[in-house]
């Protein structure tokens, strides 16, 4: 039978069979790891945000000098950008997603730390009325708040202010977390001591101004706070196509009110995201060149040695041809030589995968390999070397039978 | 002989050029492609400061006590401001300084221009030796400017640049938060990154460069406030930047040079008589648990290197070992077939050791060509990575050339080997047995 021929004619070169088999299984297993590793980048690159993406801009503004009152700077700077042509809302604001700004506080469902309740760290969010509008976040049960809610956040005092906030919008993934049985809304949970704050809404998503992992990311929660400290960002919301606009319009509006002050990160928010991202960005660039070229190097080793071998067989594939062979006999015997040993390299290669899947977990904090990659790698490997090998296995199959007959 | 074995070769080659061309590229496209990514890898992880590293060290206290501590039990990665104070105070180390971040807004003298937002720390004296800061002009402060709390500051290049136009500004007077201060110093374009002096705010990388350093004591006394990172494990009594002074907060910084394994010694039971003295003053109420890591080990102790250039490095290492038994496996085909004419060359009176000798040099002239190729393609790599990689880390992307030079040798290595096996097998036949067979 042909595949004990096959069998037969690979052990004469056992050691270049072998040889090849390790290469497919390297390529095999690196590149199953790689590609993982890019679907897992690319999935934290497209976590939703929650917010408008493409309707926000914003800008940061820091007082220089001492500015005694900054709540009041910050309502006429909203009123003169709320005048903007084109601006639909607009809020002051301290953190926003992928902006990094991050003030984590952990949140208690009981008032005294030492009773079993449930503490989650989360992000914080503080801004004036209308944040909720203008990032467009959108709410699931509740209501936004209410405008005698509003306290300063006191950052003069490193946030006291959390010791005298009513209210508070949790994320719908920290609601869960808190009240992992019941309903959220309504509930008491204690940011700061032994001090109260209810639940008044829950949105579903907004994304932490770092990201802290898989599982957390969306632990965030805003309070009715008002920024006061020295800098500031402002967020507007517009129309896609007014944003570059808006933004000049903006900084001319800030500059006039007053000349001292200084402007800076002025961008859209789609900018901003871009930004956060870029060295994950580029990581899945040198990837993705890396496996292919992996692929390349293997697929041309396996084309490389098939020429080789035909090269060197042309008196056996002959005479197989004179005996009563057909082409397609010998071209499915390259075919199936291919495939036998494209197999062998996946089955190491399989195993090959797992355990540098396991390394890297180790060493790196990956998550696991799923199982479906395997399938998906090996019909890789598969197609790779039948087309590799396509060629030469069609000039075999070309050989004329009158070669048997030729001495050497 | 050699020129003989090298004609012998080269017709061998001629004879099946796409195959020589398949092997010649794999190794030259191995070694450069594993050399890019390392030296990308190194643009983000390399010792910042090769000479020094092993002499500098970050003290940690552990003020906080068991529930404070990191996972692995190792104390914050800041200290607060009274141990900061008492390390400065008892001066044990050679060189030593405390230091914190700041982001002052500095107003230039000439009316029209805005004022600035500049970035730079507050630090001791001896921040500058010890780090080796290069200066353009002047240098730094001295330890009377430290204790007497003088209005003196150090600038970059890069603000003597805007606030001076790039002449020796040494003398001249900068108004910084409102106060003047004399310049005694201004540095070379310095921006080392990782920035290890401060690994705990800036994460290790920074786009940004410190432009402008203050004495410790002065930025304090003037209220210039912290503009890093606070970690508290319990509330601020009081507000502002008088109460995280007084907190228990950890926001500073501190590095000391210790030039020998005593002084590393000295420096330990000196750091843990410290914490014994705070337990008996009823301060701490647990066993000391220091740490003094030298600079390597700290950057990796507070994961610095990012974990994916890491696993890139992982990736280049597979590329070039999947290229190098690319190689071997079509070299040992190629080689394996060649009995016959070993036959011949034996019968006709040639030695062992001259077949070895062919095919060494065939080999070699492969694993050469290879090599050529691949330090060719690496240039090639380590320029565009300019083009494709962002600014930030394509700047610090440089070739290692000792690095390149072994993954050469091992290319070539590997290569020649190839050539040996076969030459072996086929060298140990009788001769007149290859030559009757085919």
Redesign the interface.
């Known amino acids: 039978m042909q595949w004990r021929l096959i069998l037969h004619s690979l052990t004469r070169?056992r050691?270049?069979v072998l040889?090849?088999v390790?290469?497919v299984a390297?390529?095999c297993a690196?590149v199953c790891n790689?590609v993982f590793?890019i679907a897992s980048?690319s999935t934290q690159m497209r976590l939703p945000s929650g917010v408008a993406e493409n309707q926000l801009v914003m800008i940061q503004s820091?007082d220089?000098?001492d500015n005694q009152h900054p709540l009041v700077r910050h309502d006429e700077d909203l009123a003169a950008l709320r005048a903007i042509t084109g601006v639909q809302s607009v809020a002051a604001v301290d953190a926003l997603p992928f902006n990094e700004n991050d003030w984590t506080s952990s949140i208690n469902t009981s008032a005294d730390s030492n009773q079993s309740g449930i503490s989650v760290p989360a992000s914080a969010y503080n801004g004036t009325p209308g944040e909720l509008q203008t990032l467009g976040l959108h709410l699931l049960a509740g209501r936004d708040f209410l405008p005698d809610e509003y306290v300063p956040e006191d950052s003069?005092?490193?946030g006291?202010g959390l010791s005298r906030v009513p209210a508070t919008i949790v994320t719908r993934a920290l609601a869960d977390k808190l009240f992992p049985g019941g309903n959220a809304l309504g509930k008491s949970v204690y940011p700061w001591?032994a001090h109260p704050t209810r639940i008044v809404g829950i949105v579903d998503h907004l994304l932490r101004p770092h990201l802290h992992g898989a599982g957390a990311n969306e632990d965030s929660m805003l309070f009715s706070m008002l920024p006061d400290d020295s800098s500031v960002t402002y967020v507007l919301r517009t129309a896609p196509q007014d944003r570059l606009r808006v933004l000049r319009d903006a900084k001319t509006v800030l500059t006039g009110l007053d000349?001292?002050r200084?402007l800076?990160d002025a961008h859209t928010f789609v900018e901003l995201r871009a930004s956060f991202f870029?060295?994950?960005r580029?990581?899945i660039?040198?990837?993705i060149a890396?496996a292919l070229?992996?692929l390349a190097?293997?697929a041309?080793?396996i084309g490389?040695?098939a020429?080789?071998?035909v090269?060197?067989r042309r008196k056996q594939i002959g005479i197989r041809r004179a005996i009563g062979a057909t082409r397609g006999d010998i071209l499915r015997y390259f075919q199936s030589e291919n495939f036998l040993i494209v197999t062998l390299g996946i089955v190491i290669g399989m195993a090959l995968a797992f355990v540098l899947n396991a390394m890297?977990m180790r060493?790196?904090?990956?998550p696991h390999l799923p199982l479906y990659y395997l399938p998906i790698g090996a019909l890789v490997l598969w197609g790779l070397g039948q087309l590799a090998v396509l060629g030469p296995a069609l000039r075999a199959s070309q050989v004329p039978p009158v070669v048997a007959t030729r001495s050497? | 002989m050699f020129s003989y074995y090298l004609e012998l070769a080269i017709r061998s080659l001629k004879r099946s050029p796409g195959l020589t061309a398949l092997m010649v590229l794999a190794i030259g496209f191995g070694v450069a492609a594993s050399m890019t990514s390392w030296s990308v890898f190194r643009a983000v992880s390399g010792d910042p400061i090769p000479w020094k590293s092993a002499k500098l060290f970050v003290p940690q206290i552990d003020m906080w006590g068991p529930s404070g501590r990191n996972a692995d039990g190792s104390p914050p990665s800041a200290m607060d401001y009274t141990d900061a104070l008492a390390l400065m105070r008892d001066h044990r180390a050679r060189l030593q300084s405390a230091m914190y971040q700041i982001s002052p807004s500095v107003v230039p003298a000439d009316a029209g221009k805005h004022p600035l937002n500049v970035g730079g720390h507050a630090v001791y004296s001896e921040f500058f030796p010890m780090l080796d800061a290069p200066f353009m002009y002047g240098s730094g402060w001295s330890a009377t400017d430290d204790a007497n709390r003088a209005q003196v500051v150090v600038i970059a290049n890069k603000l003597n640049q805007k606030l001076f136009g790039g002449v020796d500004s040494v003398g001249k007077s900068v108004n910084i938060e409102g106060k003047d201060y004399r310049v005694v110093g201004v540095l070379k374009d310095w921006n080392p990154q990782p920035r290890y002096y401060d690994v705990v705010n800036s994460g290790g990388f920074s786009t940004g460069t410190d432009e402008v350093f203050l004495p410790f004591q002065t930025a304090v006394q003037a209220d210039i406030f912290n503009d890093g990172n606070v970690n508290c494990n319990a509330v601020q009594a009081e507000s502002g930047f008088i109460g995280l002074q007084h907190s228990t907060c950890a926001w500073i910084a501190f590095m000391v040079e210790l030039d020998d394994a005593a002084a590393v010694t000295t420096y330990r039971e000196y750091l843990n008589g410290y914490a014994h003295d705070q337990q008996a003053a009823g301060r701490f109420s647990w066993a000391p648990n220091n740490r003094l890591l030298d600079v390597p080990s700290w950057l990796e102790s507070q994961h610095v290197v990012p974990s994916d250039t890491k696993v890139s490095l992982l990736v280049a290492f597979g590329l070039l070992l999947v290229c190098l038994v690319n190689t071997v496996g079509l070299l040992l085909a190629k080689f394996l077939r060649r009995s016959g004419e070993i036959g011949v060359r034996r019968a006709l009176g040639a030695p062992r050791a001259a077949i070895y000798a062919q095919f060494l040099t065939e080999a070699g002239i492969i694993g050469a060509s290879g090599g050529v190729l691949g330090v060719l393609l690496t240039g090639v790599g380590v320029t565009s990575v300019g083009w494709v990689l962002p600014r930030d880390i394509a700047a610090l992307a440089r070739v290692d050339v000792s690095l390149l030079v072994l993954t050469l040798l091992v290319a070539v290595i590997a290569t020649t080997l190839a050539g040996l096996y076969p030459t072996y097998r086929a060298s140990r036949v009788q001769p007149a047995w290859q030559l009757k067979s085919n």
Do not use: N, P
């Not at chain 1, 060493?363 to 990956?366: A, D, Q």
């Open positions: 070169h050691l270049t040889l090849l390790v290469q390297l390529t690196i790689v590793m980048r820091v220089v000098g003069a005092h490193g006291l001591d000349h001292q200084i800076r870029h060295r994950d580029t990581m660039g040198m990837l890396a070229a992996l190097v293997t041309v080793a490389g040695l020429s080789f071998w090269q060197q890297l060493f790196y904090e990956l050497v």
